[in-house]
């Protein structure tokens, strides 16, 4: 069961574009996660939101939680190729112990 | 910085062969994992760990068992290695609510 999806899967813009990438989920999380990976290297934790409604920034990137802790979105903005990758979203149920669910990744191609 | 190394960055079995893929933390984190990384799949939970000698299987633990006999060292088995294991390895340990992955394995098995 996938409890987590991911939207879109796939993604190619041009140096400049802003995009946004939703993760969705029906389910309640204690905490949500973002990662890239950059092809045949491990993911790279980008944020992690815990409280519904907070939003976080990285440079030009922009990571929100939904008020009810259910969904969350990465806007980036003026999209350059190095943002080119795969992101993961990856939620927590339950606060410190228990694994991490992830969603199925957005590949994001940004061309110059 | 949070480290979390895998042994090998590739590796190459036969059908049958016993594997073992080790990974080290180095921040004394208690929850440690391992998934599998394939095309269109997304990672999937192998097993994971949250204290020494403790274990938890995951979503899809046949095929594979695991070890923690140190808490920095978390160890993956394939104890007869089949071509449907060929995949992308990856280590984890989490601490709190954020998870640190090593680089990955990239296993082939022929």
């Known amino acids: 069961t996938q409890l987590l999806e991911q939207s879109p899967q796939f993604l190619s813009i041009q140096e400049g574009e802003n995009l946004t990438v939703y993760c969705n989920s029906s389910?309640?999380?204690?905490?949500l996660q973002w990662y890239r990976q950059e092809p045949g290297e491990g993911p790279v934790l980008l944020v992690t939101?815990?409280?519904?409604?907070e939003v976080k920034k990285l440079k030009r990137l922009t990571f929100q939680f939904g008020d009810a802790r259910k969904d969350s979105s990465l806007h980036i903005t003026a999209a350059q190729p190095g943002d080119t990758g795969l992101y993961l979203c990856?939620?927590?149920?339950?606060?410190?112990?228990?694994?991490?669910?992830f969603g199925q990744g957005t590949t994001l191609q940004v061309k110059p | 910085d949070v480290k979390v190394t895998q042994s090998s960055r590739y590796l190459v079995k036969r059908t049958g062969e016993k594997v073992f893929l080790e990974c080290v933390q180095d921040?004394?984190?208690?929850?440690m994992f391992w998934y599998r990384q394939d095309p269109g799949l997304g990672l999937r939970l192998i097993y994971f760990?949250?204290?020494?000698?403790?274990?938890e299987k995951g979503d899809i633990p046949e095929g594979y068992s695991v070890s923690r006999e140190k808490k920095e060292r978390f160890s993956l088995i394939l104890e007869s290695a089949s071509t449907n294991q060929t995949s992308m390895y990856l280590c984890?340990?989490?601490?709190?609510?954020?998870?640190?992955f090593g680089p990955g394995t990239r296993l082939t098995v022929l």
């Open positions: 389910s309640v999380f204690s905490s």
């Open positions: 990856a939620g927590a149920r339950a606060s410190n112990t228990g694994k991490l669910i």
């Open positions: 939101v815990v409280t519904g409604g």
């Open positions: 984890a340990s989490r601490y709190d609510r954020s998870a640190y």
């Open positions: 760990s949250y204290d020494v000698k403790m274990k």
């Open positions: 921040m004394d984190h208690e929850n």
